[in-house]
């Protein structure tokens, strides 16, 4: 089936809602973990499950090149090929287009994107439609239309005809898709051009997607740039449909993003960080790598992880110090887990119509350092 949306309740532009898919129905607003190659780095399935994970991210461009989609299609599908029996969405490819390119150098059509594979050269060609044929055949349950997503400062002429070519090939993307049991999701372009987002957001809610999708945020734009970015997009979407916003995990920006009505998130951030000592607080981001955690027998916040209910600071600093890779499972373990606790507490917050008091007291905490 396609996924179905129930708004259940605002508290003044966020929403507390269900998203209904063909493996399982979760709460939203919600963090969506990413798992790029079928894999969130380190992490098995059931760990995933165990910080309640839900809909989790896998990346068309690089399955398409590694396995490859027939590959993934003989082992019975994503779900099956890495053994996850939530949801999945896959992003189309358009991001890795135009940020992994080998040589950053790339040819944009109107038919597609020539570049160079990221890993050996290869001349590659990617268009709307092998990017959906490509996402049927991987069998998640959420698909993305293939866009331009567009860089940050660019003229408003260059955001213009990007924005009218993206809606093209989202058309081109809509007319080719076959999966039945796959839904798509449009996305909004528009650079940081109020009438460009407004224009972007009106023609890709007439192509009646099953989703919307906020684009090209969080591409170098200061904060206030990418609220205005949501906010010229996001008035113009339909209530009855969920609304994520692409590639944006940093705590703050997912109360912004919340409190003006987005109901899905994603970002690589939480486990990125935790590669590197880094981990989310109530009281901010820490290095764990920090000499002064070098006697801190105590866990990393009060959180309900396996990491803080079984480890201290002073061990992973050690695991670290001693470039011990336990380390960084657990400290992704922790940031995951952190921010879809954040979720949970913003949806009792909507529920209880407190969600600005929810708001200000995390930033009160948070800030505070």
Not at 69 to 77: N, P
Not at 191 to 207: I, P, Q
Not at 302 to 313: G, M, S
């Amino acid at each position: 089936m396609k996924i179905k949306y129930e708004l259940i309740k605002n508290d003044g532009r966020a929403r507390l809602g269900k998203l209904i898919t063909n493996h399982g129905t979760y709460d939203t607003p919600m963090f969506m973990p990413v798992g790029t190659l079928a894999n969130v780095k380190m992490l098995t399935p059931e760990e995933l499950k165990a910080v309640h994970s839900a809909v989790i991210l896998s990346n068309t461009y690089h399955l398409w090149l590694r396995p490859g989609e027939d590959i993934v299609a003989k082992a019975g599908g994503l779900h099956k090929f890495m053994n996850y029996d939530g949801p999945i969405l896959t992003d189309s490819g358009g991001f890795q287009v135009f940020s992994l390119a080998k040589d950053k150098k790339k040819d944009i059509t109107e038919e597609g994107v020539h570049f160079k594979s990221h890993i050996d050269g290869k001349p590659l060609f990617l268009t709307p439609e092998l990017s959906i044929e490509i996402q049927n055949k991987l069998d998640s349950d959420i698909a993305m239309s293939f866009d331009e997503c567009i860089p940050y400062p660019a003229t408003y002429e260059y955001a213009k005809q990007s924005t009218e070519r993206t809606l093209r090939w989202a058309k081109r993307g809509k007319d080719a898709f076959k999966n039945e049991n796959q839904s798509l999701f449009g996305i909004v372009q528009g650079g940081e051009y109020t009438d460009l987002r407004e224009f972007s957001a009106k023609e890709t809610v007439k192509l009646d997607f099953d989703g919307y999708s906020i684009g090209g945020t969080s591409v170098g734009e200061d904060k206030p740039t990418m609220y205005k970015m949501i906010d010229d997009a996001i008035r113009y979407l339909p209530t009855d449909k969920p609304r994520y916003l692409m590639g944006v995990g940093e705590p703050i920006d997912l109360l912004e993003g919340v409190e003006r009505g987005v109901d899905m998130f994603d970002c690589v951030l939480p486990t990125r960080i935790a590669r590197h000592a880094n981990a989310f607080t109530h009281h901010g981001k820490i290095n764990l790598r920090n000499a002064k955690y070098k006697e801190d027998f105590t866990p990393i916040d009060e959180c309900d992880c396996y990491t803080c209910t079984h480890y201290t600071k002073a061990y992973i600093r050690h695991l670290f110090v001693a470039n011990e890779g336990l380390g960084g499972r657990l400290l992704s373990i922790h940031n995951i887990r952190f921010l879809i606790r954040m979720m949970e507490e913003m949806r009792e917050a909507i529920k209880e119509d407190r969600f600005l008091e929810y708001k200000n007291e995390f930033l009160k905490n948070y800030l505070s350092k």
